[in-house]
Nanobody, 126 residues
Framework: QVQLVESGGGLVHPGGSLRLACVVS????????IGWFRQAPGKEREGVSC????????YYADSVKGRFTISRDNAKNTVYLQMNNLKPEDTAVYYC???????????????????WGQGTQVTVSS
């Protein structure tokens, strides 16, 4: 049974940092592409950062380039999203998702991902 569980969200001031973690079970992490997505109130879910299986390719949304970093620790079955210099517009529920298909290029769109976590709230506010 595939499961993804996010953690690490919270309330942070603008300019602060958070590290989100996505612990997976039920599959071999390195065999899946993993994506981080977010959804703010009244907005569609959007891709933030995605990484293909075997770390072949990564993708970052323009709005987070240079501030966010995606990484994985296969031994811990965990994918991380390091978020630095957070801005109020980063406020959203953050989800991780898994895609079992082999891809040469990271696809950071919701329809490419079959399995989803429940999400963790990130609030950036002074």
């Amino acid at each position: 049974q595939v499961q993804l569980v996010e953690s690490g969200g919270g309330l942070v001031h603008p300019g602060g940092s958070l590290r989100l973690a996505c612990v997976v079970s039920g599959f071999t992490l390195n065999d899946y592409s993993i994506g981080w997505f977010r959804q703010a109130p009244g907005k569609e879910r959007e891709g933030v950062s995605c990484i293909t299986r075997s770390d072949r390719s990564t993708y970052y949304a323009d709005s987070v380039k240079g501030r966010f970093t995606i990484s994985r620790d296969n031994a811990k079955n965990t994918v991380y999203l390091q978020m630095n210099n957070l801005k109020p517009e980063d406020t959203a529920v953050y989800y991780c998702a898994a895609d079992p298909r082999s891809r040469l290029i990271a696809m950071c769109i919701t329809r490419a991902y079959d399995f989803w976590g429940q999400g963790t709230q990130v609030t950036v506010s002074s």
